[in-house]
């Protein structure tokens, strides 16, 4: 088996945008508008990089709603990259949360992609992380 490639944050980053700026419906909430790392066949920005184990817990998932660092311990997890398929891991957990924040939060997003307060998040991202 080949050695799998890290992906950038950058990479990440823009993803997730295409991906939820194609459908902001895709964004993973539960049946009262909050977030959740599995939901109705939905994932969340982090949800979405977890093992398949997880994924495959649903809403049963322990620490479905909740912070990254609940999520890592209600599964005895050091760091969020035990939980991460491999080309996810090795960026901090702070990369993680915002990237989760903008993912979370409705004002980020309009029916049809980015709102402007979701474009200002990203640009604060990426002066955060240097991208």
Known sequence: MGE??????????????????EDP???????VGSCVYNGRGR????????????????RKLKGNVGTIDELMAYHDCIMLDEMLDEEYRGH??????????????????TETGLSEDGHNKIKQIKEQFNL
Do not use: P
């Open 92 to 109: 901090e957990i702070e990369f993680w949360e915002q990237v989760q924040h903008l993912h979370d939060r409705d004002f980020h997003w």
């Open 4 to 21: 799998v490639k890290q992906l950038s944050k950058e990479e990440i980053l823009t993803n997730m945008i295409s991906f939820y700026s």
């Open 25 to 31: 419906n895709r964004r993973s909430q539960d049946d």
């Open 43 to 58: 994932h969340c920005a982090v949800g979405r990089h977890l093992l398949q184990v997880y994924k495959d817990m649903g």
